[in-house]
């Protein structure tokens, strides 16, 4: 089994900073890549920022220059610096985990999510 927790989100005025974890643990043999994901009411869920395990990084176009992703490989833990939000980024932010369980098989797995409330 693999538990993956996000933790961090709340509510913030537009322009404020929130700083997202999601810690993994359970079996697991190595994580590969680990990515947030958010979903608005009504809408797909989305891309926000991926990282890999050496650290090459991939974000949406909406939050370039504004979000940071980052990553502890020993803490299986990756993080989400979230700056100058803005009312749209509003949603519920997902942790996916990417990697290999003990068996080298590959595993994929989310968090539960975290509710990001940004007021104008």
């Known amino acids: 089994q693999v538990q993956v927790v996000e933790s961090g989100g709340g509510l913030v005025q537009a322009g404020g900073s929130l700083r997202l974890s999601c810690a993994a643990s359970?079996?697991?043999?190595?994580?590969?890549?680990m990515g947030w994901y958010r979903q608005a009411p009504g809408k797909q869920r989305d891309l926000v920022a991926h990282?890999?395990?050496?650290?090459?990084?991939n974000y949406a176009d909406s939050v370039k220059g504004r979000f940071t992703i980052s990553r502890d490989n020993a803490k299986n833990t990756v993080y989400l610096q979230m700056n100058s939000l803005k009312p749209e980024d509003t949603a519920v932010y997902y942790c996916?985990?990417?990697?290999?369980?003990?068996?080298?098989?590959?595993?994929?797995?989310w968090g539960k999510g975290t509710l990001v409330t940004v007021s104008s």
């Open positions: 359970g079996s697991i043999e190595s994580i590969n890549a």
């Open positions: 996916n985990v990417e990697g290999l369980n003990p068996l080298h098989f590959p595993i994929n797995y």
């Open positions: 990282i890999t395990r050496g650290g090459n990084t």
